[in-house]
């Protein structure tokens, strides 16, 4: 089969899936899995896909977002591992931000009140589940985004403008070697930029389906935070561990 011809039946299969498998692809075109590997690797150069661990992911619109249920829905597993990771984190007597965000809503369930921390959040999602663990919990006052029910805008600002964190726990829609983390909406982005100045130490929670993605808004370089992830092809873990710390759960 002809390289082109390959490619062409890579890109149909993404359009079609979204997200998926080496296995898959290399059932779909009958070529080998060192081929495929190829493939992958020149098609992304070409910023026609996304690699991911075990596979490709179709790029996504830089103004796009799923919604609060979509994004409850996706890598549940995975954000779980990340969640217990960061709650492990959180030390006794810590102020903490927690971002709006199905990844930052995973550590509330390993959170430990014992360790009397106090929760300034921006997620409405999340109330329930902090006040459920007996979690001392601020919600910051603003505009409440429909989507994603994230409270944003120049209230919120004012908001947490008034507070200090040990650490802050954000999520992203996007990370890359060059451009940092991204989000589609400005005004969250200039959220997670003011929690990451208030905060000693600042965490991004991200599955591995957000390296190598770029949104409209940038919040972050990579260097001014952790990120907390779950396993990456090799190739890809070494890029990003020259620009910034990783926590590989």
């Known amino acids: 089969m002809l390289t082109e011809q390959r490619h062409r039946m890579i890109l149909e ?22 081929t495929i590997r190829r ?12 690699r991911i661990h075990g596979g490709a992911q179709r790029l996504h619109g830089k103004l796009q977002e799923p919604n ?14 990340i969640g217990l990771y960061a709650a492990s984190l959180v030390e006794k007597d810590d ?3 927690l971002d709006a965000g199905s990844t930052t809503m995973q550590m509330i369930q390993y959170l430990n009140p014992g360790n009397h921390m106090v929760v300034v959040t921006n997620g409405i999602t999340l109330i329930p589940h902090l006040l ?12 409440v985004k429909p989507r994603t029910e994230a409270v944003i805008g120049s209230g919120a600002l004012n908001d947490i403008n008034g507070y200090r964190f040990d650490k802050c726990f954000l999520g992203t829609n996007g990370i890359h ?8 909406d400005p005004e969250e982005a200039v959220l997670k930029s003011k ?7 600042g965490f991004i929670l991200a ?38 710390e990783i926590k590989v759960v």
């Open 39 to 50: 493939d992958l690797t020149q098609l992304e150069k070409k910023k026609l896909l996304k």
């Open 68 to 81: 609060i249920v979509e994004k409850t829905a996706q890598n549940t597993r995975v954000k779980e591992k």
């Open 177 to 184: 070697p060059k451009l940092g983390c991204t989000t589609p």
């Open 132 to 143: 459920a663990k007996g979690i001392k919990t601020y919600l910051i006052g603003g505009l």
């Open 13 to 34: 299969l993404l359009k079609s899936k979204n997200i998926v498998s080496i296995q898959e692809f290399t059932a779909y075109t009958n070529s080998s899995e060192s």
């Open 207 to 244: 599955d591995d389906s957000k390296f190598g993605e770029i949104s409209f808004s940038k919040f972050a370089e990579l260097s001014d935070v952790t990120i907390i992830t779950n396993e990456l092809e090799q190739e890809i873990l070494s890029i990003y561990q020259e620009k910034t």
């Open 95 to 97: 102020c903490i931000y």
């Open 195 to 201: 929690a990451l100045e208030l905060s000693q130490e």
